[in-house]
C-alpha cells in the first residue's frame, strides 16, 4: 500500500482540470477497500461510471459509504475510527469535493500506517 501527498493530489487536480481527480477517487476506492478487507462493492472504474450515468448522484452515495470503507479499515487496525461519513456528504452535497477527497485521502493515509506498524 502506498500512501498519496493529498498536496500532489489537489495539485494535479488542478492542472489536469480535475482528470487526475477521476484517478485519484478510483484508487482511494480500491486502496479503502483492500484495506478495509471488503471483496464485494464496486471497483473504482464502476464507481465513475456510475457516477457518469447517474449525473453524480451514486457520487453522493459513494461519499457517504466511502466513510464507513474508512472506519472499517481504520477498526481493523486498531484506530479509533472518525465516524465522517455524514460530514463527507454534507460537502460533497455543498460542491466542497475538492475538500472530501483530501480529508478521504487523510483518513486512508492514517489506515495504511497502521498496516504499517
Known sequence: MKKRS????ILFSLITCGIYTLYWIASMN???KK???ITDGPSGFVVLLLSCI???IYFYYW???MGEFLDRAKERQ???PSKNSILYLLLTIFGLSIVTLPIM???LNDAIDGICR
Not at 6 to 9: A, F, K, Q, V, W
Open 6 to 9: 493529498i498536496g500532489l493530489c
Open 30 to 32: 480500491n486502496q479503502a
Open 35 to 37: 484495506v478495509a478487507g
Open 54 to 56: 447517474t449525473c453524480d
Open 63 to 65: 461519499c457517504y459509504k
Open 78 to 80: 486498531g484506530i479509533t
Open 105 to 107: 485521502q487523510s483518513e
